[in-house]
């Protein structure tokens, strides 16, 4: 029998557009879209993020460049299509991101939920709490793991009774960073008396870096200079540095707020010289061995 009334019209996608319903698309680099609304055509080459949104540039056979909201609103060979952001380059953030997560600030591998060891015997001594902050700051993951405790001397110039005083052995090794150890100085002269200190010359590892004070140790791009300034013989240097960069520098408070703003701009040892990031991991391994 033949129905009189024809196929239920209301069977089926009813409301989908005449053009179809839009699919989404990734937009990679080269793919061809329209914009229905301003009827620019374009390849896509690139998508980035633009006052908090996400959008697409379009080259014109032309070579003209004009950029779109991503999202709907796009025709491939008439069908409407949805740009989302391209599968290789999320894929790519989120592996970058997941590798990120399992270095340390040193660039050492991660580990996870571990509980800090109860301290060892062996210690790593720096000039001050400048060189403590910024050796937690990078290193710190690495050395609670292996339980290695980073303690200030407040200066080095009596470091034969720093040594004296922690006696170090064969079980309790100690580690020394100092600032300025160039041929000629005052800090020369101190380490090359201390080394030979016996019987615990055999368990002290001595090493420095040429940097005047740990600040300088910090690379100057990471303060908008190019290089760190020459201050005058007579003038003190971090007052002299917090004048240069016309930071306050009246007060011993002043002083701190200028270290607290140069520690902040170091994230990982990539921000730091190799002079200096190679001596301290020498102490670290002089410590940690077995």
Not at 182 to 207: C, D, F, M, N
Request: contains cysteine.
């Amino acid at each position: 029998m033949t129905d009189r009334y024809g196929q239920d019209v209301l069977a089926g996608d009813w409301k989908a557009p005449r053009g179809g319903r839009s699919t989404p698309l990734a937009a990679e680099n080269g793919v061809v879209v329209e914009d229905v609304e301003t009827g620019w055509v374009g390849a896509v080459v690139r998508v980035e993020k633009a006052g908090g949104i996400h959008v697409v540039h379009l080259e014109d056979r032309r070579g003209r460049t004009k950029a779109f909201p991503l999202g709907p609103g796009f025709h491939v060979d008439g069908r409407p299509v949805t740009l989302t952001r391209p599968e290789a380059a999320a894929t790519a953030q989120l592996t970058a991101a997941r590798a990120a997560a399992s270095r340390t600030a040193s660039g050492s591998r991660a580990v996870a939920n571990a509980p800090a060891k109860v301290a060892s015997a062996s210690r790593i001594f720096v000039e001050g709490t400048h060189d403590a902050e910024l050796v937690e700051k990078v290193w710190g993951h690495d050395l609670r793991i292996e339980g290695v405790v980073v303690q200030p001397l407040d200066g080095v110039d009596d470091l034969e009774a720093a040594i004296r005083d922690f006696a170090p052995g064969p079980e309790k090794r100690m580690g020394v960073l100092v600032d300025h150890l160039v041929p000629g100085t005052k800090e020369t002269r101190v380490v090359e008396a201390a080394s030979r200190l016996q019987p615990w010359a055999p368990h002290v590892l001595i090493v420095g870096h040429p940097y005047v004070d740990v600040w300088q140790s910090v690379r100057p791009e990471r303060l908008g200079m190019k290089q760190w300034p020459v201050i005058p013989r007579g003038t003190s240097w971090k007052h002299g540095i917090c004048a240069h960069l016309g930071w306050p520098h009246e007060s011993q408070a002043d002083i701190a707020r200028a270290w607290k703003q140069i520690l902040g701009t170091v994230r990982t040892y990539a921000d730091l010289e190799p002079s200096l990031l190679g001596r301290v991991e020498e102490l670290i391994d002089f410590v940690t061995a077995p």
